[in-house]
């Protein structure tokens, strides 16, 4: 053979495709920012992120209220109705929409939890009576 590329020397030789790259990279799956055990543990021995905003979110609509700076409740469609256009909202009323479109979601989710559990419940009556009757007297 000659001194010539060969078929095998060929695949040897590091190529990549336009745009890809070298494919070895960090990847970090954790939504986390600080130190990922610290905050595991947070989240496992004390509340999920949601926890601890509404926790938050709730003591500043209470100290709010009571230095008398909560706007009287109303609707976001009703401030739109009342204000003019080129007002925008307080960080205030802001937070009060958040917690009302939380709670809004919450009860939705809720709802379809029970909606869930009563089909399924139905359908191991269907299928199992007994069973059925056991479940049931096991959650009164």
Not at 74 to 87: G, H, I
Not at 88 to 103: A, H, M, Q, Y
């Amino acid at each position: 053979m000659s001194g010539g590329p060969t078929w095998y020397s060929w695949f040897t030789f590091p190529f990549f495709a336009p745009l890809s790259g070298g494919v070895n990279q960090d990847i970090s799956t954790g939504l986390y920012q600080g130190v990922p055990e610290i905050e595991i543990a947070i989240i496992k021995e004390v509340g999920s992120f949601g926890l601890q905003l509404g926790i938050i979110s709730e003591a500043v609509k209470e100290l709010a209220e009571k230095v008398g700076a909560m706007p009287p409740e109303r609707s976001a469609q009703d401030r739109a109705k009342l204000d003019d256009a080129s007002r925008d909202p307080t960080p205030l009323e802001k937070l009060d929409d958040l917690i009302r479109d939380v709670n809004r979601v919450k009860e939705a989710y809720k709802e379809a939890v029970e909606r869930d559990a009563e089909r399924s419940l139905k359908r191991l009556n269907r299928v199992d009576p007994q069973a059925s009757t056991k479940l049931t007297e096991r959650f009164r």
